[in-house]
């Protein structure tokens, strides 16, 4: 998902996502409701971050893509980085 502080660059996040071996075989840019971040987030409701994480999931437009790649998540997680941004590569 590109999420909605990053929607502005979405033809950027597109062509670096594709320049490392990724085929985007489906995208859609959609507003998400309160209720469908919830559900989407369900695993992290009671933890600390959950409202916040859904009130900014749903506070404007993201863009889902479906990728598709030989080993696929490995080579995503290695892409993106570490989810704690306190650890992230620079």
Known sequence: MIKPDAYLHVGSIIQEIQSNGFN????KMVKLSKHDACQFYGEHQGKPFYDNLTN???SDFIVAL???SDDAIKKWRELIGPTNSLTAKE
Do not use: A, T
Not at 24 to 27: A, E, G, L, S
């Open 24 to 27: 985007i075989v489906n995208c």
């Open 66 to 68: 479906e990728l598709v």
């Open 56 to 58: 900014y999931m749903s």
